[in-house]
C-alpha cells in the first residue's frame, strides 16, 4: 500500500530561496574575481580582503539558501537560513544608518531581498512539517 504521505515538489517559497541563492552566488563572483562589481557597488573602497570577505560570508548564506530549499522540513535549517536574511539585513542597515559607510540606494535591492525573504518565511514558519504532530498510521481490516 501507499504510504500516507505524499510526495510533493519543492514549494514556492523553495524556488524563491534558490532564485536568491544565485543572486547571492553572483555577488560571490564578483567579491571574488572583482568582474560585475556587485561588491563595490555597496561599499566603493574595498580592499581585496575585504572583498573575499564578504565573498565567502556570503557564499554560506548562498550555501543556506540552497540547503533549506530541498529540505523545508529541517527547523534548524530553516531557522538558520531565515536568521541569514536578518543578519545581513541588520548588518547592512546599520553600516548605512550608523556607520555611513553605504548610502540607503546601493543597499536596497539587498534588503528588498532579505525583508521578502524574511516575511515569507515568518508566513509559511508551520507549513512544512513544524509545528504539527505526525499522523499515526491508520489501520486497514
Known amino acids: ?18 532564485a536568491v541563492g544565485t543572486i547571492r ?3 560571490v563572483w564578483s567579491c571574488l574575481f572583482s568582474s560585475a562589481s556587485l561588491c563595490l557597488a555597496v561599499y ?5 580582503v575585504q572583498e573575499r570577505a564578504m ?8 550555501t543556506l539558501c540552497f540547503l533549506c ?4 522540513d529541517s527547523k534548524p535549517l530553516y ?4 536568521m541569514s536574511f536578518v543578519y545581513v539585513a541588520g548588518y547592512l542597515l546599520v ?8 548610502h ?12 521578502t525573504s524574511m516575511v515569507w518565511m515568518l508566513l509559511q514558519w508551520n507549513s512544512h512539517g513544524r509545528g504539527r504532530r505526525p499522523r499515526e498510521a491508520s489501520k486497514q481490516p
Open 1 to 18: 500500500m501507499a504510504s500516507g504521505r505524499r510526495k510533493s515538489g519543492i514549494p514556492a517559497l523553495g524556488w524563491w530561496l534558490m
Open 25 to 27: 552566488s553572483a555577488i
Open 44 to 48: 566603493p573602497e574595498m580592499t581585496g
Open 55 to 62: 565573498a565567502a560570508w556570503t557564499l554560506l548564506s548562498c
Open 69 to 72: 530549499a530541498f529540505n523545508m
Open 79 to 82: 531557522v538558520a537560513t531565515f
Open 95 to 102: 553600516e548605512c544608518f550608523f556607520y555611513h559607510s553605504v
Open 104 to 115: 540607503a540606494a546601493s543597499i536596497a535591492p539587498y534588503c528588498f531581498i532579505a525583508g
